[in-house]
């Protein structure tokens, strides 16, 4: 299954609402995660079975989502936001498919 | 809290072998899906190998044959074997756990650099 993310660059402002998109070639149901990765750190688990919350992040990051289609959604962007995000799929597999990235950047 | 390090990557030349190392805190490996990701430079992130908690293990194409997930019950740790390394093994690896088989990973550790290089 391959994960195709959009955009693949963004550029937004403080307070700022965004919306970064996951297509998945085949329908996987809701088994899609969201990942959030800092230059030089490891990914962090955002979102998982495509709309539901990790436990410790905050409440404007929402996932949506089901088949083919999914979204992240950040409500207001907030200066620590700014980072590299990433899907990946836990339908079929092996194997374990990560999307190629949405590099979101400060305006 | 959950917590996982990992050791023993370095500069390896083309050929060899090199085996990391994963220590996990406040959870046991072997009761849990484990995973290895790996990130080359500047590029995404790519899963390598996972081992279910019971046992059952899987490999990227790329490193098929090449590599052995392996876990040690009274060390607690995880382990990725790596051998005939290629340029392209290059990268950032990353161990990880999920809560349950086959599902999102939760815990990451830190990363280890392994550069294969002559």
């Known amino acids: 299954i391959q994960l195709t993310q959009s955009p693949s660059f963004l550029s937004a402002s403080v307070g700022d609402r965004v919306t970064i998109t996951c297509r998945a070639s085949?329908?996987?149901?809701?088994?899609l995660a969201w990942y959030q990765q800092k230059p030089g750190k490891a990914p962090k688990l955002l979102i998982y079975?495509?709309?539901s919350l990790q436990s410790g992040v905050p409440s404007r990051f929402s996932g949506s989502g089901s088949g083919t289609d999914f979204t992240l959604t950040i409500s207001s962007l907030q200066p620590e936001d700014f980072a590299t995000y990433y899907c990946?799929?836990?339908?079929?597999?092996?194997?374990?498919?990560f999307g190629q990235g949405t590099r979101l950047e400060i305006k | 809290e959950e917590q996982l390090v990992e050791t023993g990557g370095g500069l390896i030349q083309p050929g060899g072998s090199l085996r990391l190392s994963c220590g996990a805190s406040?959870?046991?490996?072997?009761?849990?899906?484990m995973a290895w990701v790996r990130q080359a430079p500047g590029k995404g992130l790519e899963w390598v190998s996972v081992?279910?908690?019971?046992?059952?293990?899987y490999y990227a194409d790329s490193v098929k044959g090449r590599f052995t997930i392996s876990r040690d019950n009274s060390k607690n740790t995880l382990y990725l074997q790596m051998s005939s390394l290629r340029a392209e093994d290059t990268a950032v690896y990353f161990c990880?756990?999920?809560?349950?088989?086959?599902?999102?990973?939760?815990?990451w550790g830190q990363g280890i650099l392994v550069r294969v290089s002559s």
């Open positions: 990880a756990r999920g809560p349950y088989d086959r599902s999102h990973l939760d815990y």
């Open positions: 406040e959870f046991t490996v072997d009761a849990n899906y």
């Open positions: 081992v279910y908690s019971g046992g059952t293990t």
């Open positions: 085949q329908g996987i149901s809701s088994y």
């Open positions: 079975a495509a709309s």
């Open positions: 990946q799929q836990l339908n079929n597999f092996p194997p374990i498919t």
